[in-house]
């Protein structure tokens, strides 16, 4: 069975000029959608610096206006970048309409936080002039996607790269080649060449030679953690190259008291379930006070076996589309089968009705017998539940990870919230809310193994940018007072 994407290099002899191909795949159905070759890294990056002083050079309101005319471009072409994603990732078609919508919003967004983070100030003193501090873009920045979400996510780094006066190589995921190319096209139609937004296809060869490159001063990547420890030990001599990193989570949902149970169990099964448990904030750990663990867990189960799963396109619409590929989906069950064999206790069985399509059904399992409970990123709809007796065993509990990037409290006191808040390590923490569906006008990373401390969303802007203190006076005034024979 075809998984999602291949990238075929070793299919017969190689001539001198033949090259690696990018081959992605219907998750659904198995159907080719896009066929390339990969990038000419070489081409790409001498590409990118030449374009560059002349992108930079522009006023910042020329680049803030091509960045409103390629929103419209989007807008132009929302319904095919839809479909596009529906199919590439297997997501539910209402879900991708809602990614393009964010790809929209970003805009008015970035423009916004580039003001308010990285505007201009001047510090006025009688003794030494005018103290300015002004941003400078970086240069030549890599975006690598991932292919969960492989328009809104590289567009996140892109829009405000572009605006900050960067020039932008972005990489799609070659899980998700089609839906990035359609992404490229409107930057490009909106009047940012093609050379100043790169479309640059590829996988993990080219992202590893795109971002090593001499020519290229930072990565933008968001993506798994394993690919982001590499990235960082690659570039561990390379101190001049920014890189920020965006990673997975092994997020926690405490639940604790409240009455509100059907509520509840909907913002955790959204939090588990959402995109088919591929988000980066998907909540992975239930934790349950012990004395509601009955009343909670029936309510979750029943909500989730209410959940469909299906093809994109379905009617009535599916919740939950596929996962990405066959690989991810074997994965996944077999993850399933080794917290069933060390302890854990079914409650829900992850089932897969079709062995030759990555279709998966949500899946809930107790862990809380298990003794060593394996500190991964389980990219897919299986939600672990561990019940505690007390709120400081449910904080060590959300704390036991070396991710950090959501977690969330359901019910409990504001008291309760309070501590949860302040010992929780994550960067983001909520309260009666959802782990997914972050904000993006605000910070939006994490900590531990799910980020570099440089989180995007609205503070994409710091990264994009470099600041520059000048102290500046009309004419040269004498400064040494003391000292002089
Ligand atoms: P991935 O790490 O496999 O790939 C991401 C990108 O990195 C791809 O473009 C890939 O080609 C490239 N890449 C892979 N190996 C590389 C290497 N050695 N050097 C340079 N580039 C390399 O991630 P994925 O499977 O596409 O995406 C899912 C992951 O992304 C999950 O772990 C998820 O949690 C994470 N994610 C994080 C966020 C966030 O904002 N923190 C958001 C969405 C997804």
Redesign the pocket.
Known sequence: AASSATIASDRGPVSESSKAEIISYEPATGAEIWRGPVCEIDDVVSRARRAWPGWAAQPLSTRMELARRFANEVRKDADKLATSIAREVGKPLWEANAEVEQVINKVEVSIRAYAERTSQRKLDSALQGTMAVRHKPHGVLVV??????PAH?PNAHIVPALIAGNVVIF?????APASGEILARCFNRAGISAAVMQFAP???T???A??SHDGVDGVL????????I??NR?LATRPDKMVAL????NNAMVMWDTPKLTDAAALIVQSAFATTG????AARRLIVKNSMYDAVISEVKALADRVIFGAPFDEPAPFMGPV?DNAAADGLSESFLYLMSNGGKAIKHLVRPDESLPFLSPAIIDTTAMKDRPDV?L?GPILQVIRVEDFDEAIAETNNTRFG?AASLIGGTPQEYNKFWANARAGLVNWNRATVNPSHAAP???IGL??NHRP?GYYAADYCAYPVASGEMEQPRAMIGVGLK
């Not at 990547?221 to 982001?228: E, L, Q, R, V």
């Open positions: 690598l996607g991932p292919y969960n979400y996510l990489k799609p995921s070659e899980k590829g996988g993990p080219e992202g590893q795109l971002i990547f968001t993506g798994s953690a394993n690919t982001g590499a990235i690659r965006e990673m997975g989570g591929q988000r980066c904030t990405i990123e990219f990037l939006m990373g994490g799910s980020g995007t």
